[in-house]
């Protein structure tokens, strides 16, 4: 899942993933960023690719506040099958949470429902995944079932170089049950009227808040239905001008609300502005990008105004100083934390933390009165790799069956934390929060995501890392300037991201 989620690095969410994360282990007896990147944002604001955080990535961050934990990502061991098996080979990245889970879960319950199969977990350090995957398919090694957003450029990327197998055929002579997902999820790995991939993982984005900030001042909660026009842009800032105090003193400062994720998209969504042509996500290509727009500008404005002008959120120097307590949020420092949607396993651990606090979600605020659709939402699919004899992709796809049959994605979402996909399965997860949310409450968030978003443009457009570059490199300086200039900023990335894809277009297929 991603690359880069804030501006100040990944490795302090990924910190806070592996603490809280391990936290609900220790406490039950493993969850989602994919590694591909994002645009860095005010107060280490940044993009998550993939479902979110992924569940314990490696953690090495003493912080004060909520419980430490540190552990390094475990690998699998390696099996010796037997001559009477065939292999199959799953690739999977590191992670002390979900390295656990496919050794000691999956790959005995499949050994015991497919005695005939040996299942073989080739994992991978998340960054290492892309180079190796790509060697394996040149060299014609096998290689049957992965996730395209566990590294690499994403789903969209490799559906146009095919590397992966149109699931559809198989789907309709099993007579495979896709009416159990999220209508809307299911639907994201789609396109020219085929299934590519079947979602595993998938959450939207929030306003995480931190209960006991807006108890202490006597504020309240914001709302929990997407359609609640009371909950603009402006209601936002002034809530979290409410909840800030000393921000000019790191030392007793708390932060009322920051904007900490997304792709280019994300911040003009949220006033209702979709910078995409409407063909772009299924088709994978586009003509251009649109952020010179007065939304666009007007949004990013709003950003880079709640650090510098509002002065509600931590510049770069005093995000830094909390990235080292273990973040702003996780730390009890920031009341109001807009991110995407692996804070609700990210910070699960947080509810029962003796050192930690309640905390809720809700729906991101409307910049405009037609932002819809605002939230960008990351899901994460199994595919198949793309011309693989009948009787090995017969094999896969009874390994991608078994994987999301109802049963092993309990369990999966059990072992990590991370969201279902299955609309079943939902309730039983929502339980997770109750000591802090009503879960009826945190079904009303969760799901609005869904029906008021839109997937994440970095698995859907092809070659997706080569635009992210653009924007990082436009953006980071922008966001540590306080006298950046939005428009000029906008103009530039416009420009260069509207040249790239014309060269991506050129290379279509290459």
């Known amino acids: 899942m991603p690359r880069t989620w804030h501006k100040l690095t990944r490795s302090s969410s990924a910190a806070i993933s592996s603490i809280f994360v391990l936290l609900l282990i220790a406490a039950c007896g493993s969850g989602g960023a994919s590694t591909t990147g994002g645009t860095a944002g005010p107060a280490g604001g940044g993009a998550a690719a993939g479902g979110g955080a992924a569940p314990g990535e490696t953690a090495t961050l003493a912080i ?57 977990v080739l994992s991978i350090n998340q960054d290492d995944i892309a180079v190796k995957r790509e060697a394996m398919i040149a060299a014609g090694e096998q290689l049957d079932v992965w996730s395209t957003n566990w590294g690499g450029d994403g789903f969209a990327s490799d559906r146009a170089r095919g590397l992966i197998t149109d699931l559809t055929p198989l789907i309709d002579r099993d007579k495979f049950d896709t009416a159990r997902f999220i209508p809307s999820v299911w639907k994201i790995y789609q396109s020219e009227g085929k299934q590519w991939g079947i979602p595993f993982l998938t959450t939207g984005s929030y306003v995480y808040y931190n209960k006991k900030m807006f108890d202490d001042a006597k504020v309240a909660y914001p709302p929990v239905d997407w359609d609640d026009t009371s909950w603009t842009w402006d209601k936002y800032v002034a809530t979290a001008k409410q909840l800030t105090k000393n921000a000019g003193d790191i030392n007793k400062a708390q932060f009322g609300g920051n904007y900490a994720f ?44 709640l650090v510098y002008k509002d002065k509600v959120a931590p510049d770069p120097a005093a995000s830094q100083a909390l990235d080292a307590l273990g973040g702003a949020f996780a730390s009890g420092r920031l009341a109001m934390n807009m991110s995407g949607g692996w804070g609700h396993w990210s910070y699960k651990g947080l509810i029962d933390d003796p050192n930690g606090f309640c905390w809720g979600a809700a729906p991101l605020p ?91 443009s970095n698995h859907l ?9 653009i924007w990082t490199n436009n953006l980071d300086p922008y966001w540590s300037d306080p006298n950046g200039n939005t428009a000029q900023m906008l103009k530039a990335i416009e420009d260069q991201t509207n040249q790239q894809l014309q060269q991506i277009k050129a290379t279509k297929g290459k």
């Open 64 to 120: 004060q506040g909520p419980t430490a934990v540190t552990q390094k990502p475990t690998g699998v061991p390696e099996v010796t099958c037997q001559s009477n098996q065939k292999p199959l080979v799953w690739m999977v990245r590191n992670g002390p949470v979900e390295n656990p889970w496919e050794a000691n879960i999956v790959r005995p319950a499949f050994q015991k429902a497919k005695p005939d199969i040996c299942l073989r």
């Open 262 to 305: 997304q792709n280019l998209e994300g911040p003009p969504m949220l006033f209702g502005h979709f910078i995409w042509p409407e063909d772009a996500y299924t088709t994978g290509f586009a003509d251009k990008v649109s952020v010179t727009d007065e939304k666009s500008v007007k949004a990013f404005q709003s950003m880079h105004d």
């Open 366 to 456: 409307m910049g405009s009165p037609d932002a819809k659709n605002r939230a960008v939402i990351y899901t994460d699919p199994w595919v198949i790799t793309r011309n693989m004899k009948t009787d090995e992709q017969d094999r896969a796809w009874e390994f991608v069956k078994f994987l999301v049959s109802p049963e092993q994605a309990a369990a999966y979402t059990k072992a990590t934390g991370t969201p279902p996909t299955q609309t079943k399965l939902l309730d039983d997860y929502y339980q997770q929060f109750k000591k802090c949310m009503k879960p009826e409450d945190m079904k009303k968030v969760f799901e609005g995501a869904f029906t008021h978003g839109r997937e994440s």
């Open 461 to 469: 457009i092809v070659k997706w890392d080569s635009l992210n570059q």
